[in-house]
């Protein structure tokens, strides 16, 4: 673990103060399981291994709390919470009526030739990504590909909002990657919501990409049933009939 979290912690070294780097590198420990739901966290630990003061440990906490991410106990500690099966419906709920907009609003306004062709650049790094196996590459260029789309089309505040709604929902999409969700059939995804964005047809962008938004809702099952100590313990909600014809 202290390998994986140095490692993290050296490819941020030029992202900002230590109390951002912190904060994204736990966020992304995290979500990538190097921090596993329900393990305790210390902060003189975390200190001596990015050899920081406490202090901007404490306050990463608190924003990590904030995200729903880490449950701060008093006099107990500080635990990285097992993911809300509740709380990824309604991130997954959010996040798509953010994006499926943003997809209709590229193909009605058009996008930059150069956005156009950084995001089918994005999708042929993703195939490379199935090729070699690097699923966690693949992860951070998925997460570089709708970025890149809400940012092409003028909607940072859309993808801001986006940031801060998807974290339980992200640790989801990491463990769905690759049984549960294949690669192929993500990028394929992509590919459809680019060519519809491309042939400035509005109604399948946004079709394209609410079928994309949907895709957890047939693989949360799954993986509940093989990861159960990752999860509360909570009831899934019903998928509705709409949901499961998207």
């Known amino acids: 673990m202290n390998t994986t979290l140095q490692s993290l912690w050296h490819d941020t070294r030029d992202e900002g103060s230590v109390r951002q780097r912190l904060y994204r590198v736990l966020r992304q420990s995290i979500i990538r399981m190097v921090l596993a739901p329900g393990q305790a966290l210390s902060e003189k630990e975390l200190a001596d291994i990015f050899s920081v003061s406490r202090q901007p440990v404490r306050e ?37 009526a953010i994006e499926v907009a943003v997809a209709k609003a590229a193909a009605e306004q058009g996008l930059e030739p150069r956005v156009l062709a950084e995001l ?12 070699t196996g690097d699923y966690d590459r693949f ?18 505040a859309a993808w801001r909002v986006t940031e ?4 339980q929902l992200d640790r989801v999409r990491y463990l769905s990657i690759p049984e549960s969700t294949p690669i192929p059939k993500l990028t394929d995804q992509h590919q459809m919501i680019v060519d ?13 990409m609410r079928v994309h ?12 049933g093989r990861f159960p100590d990752m999860f509360d313990g909570s009831s899934v909600l019903p998928i509705t009939g709409d949901e499961k014809s998207a």
């Open 60 to 96: 990463a906490f608190i924003r990590l709390s904030e995200a729903g991410l880490v449950e701060v106990r008093p006099q107990r500690g500080t635990y990285v919470v097992k993911i809300s099966q509740q709380a990824v419906l309604e991130a997954r709920f959010v996040r798509e």
């Open 120 to 131: 089918n650049e994005l999708i042929e790094r993703q195939r490379r990504c199935e090729q």
């Open 139 to 156: 992860f951070l260029l998925d997460e570089d590909f709708h970025r890149a789309l809400s940012l092409g089309v003028g909607h940072t």
């Open 164 to 167: 801060e709604v998807k974290a």
């Open 196 to 208: 519809a964005i491309a042939s400035r047809d509005s109604d399948a962008a946004a079709q394209a």
């Open 213 to 224: 938004q949907r895709e957890i809702l047939q693989s949360l099952p799954d993986l509940v």
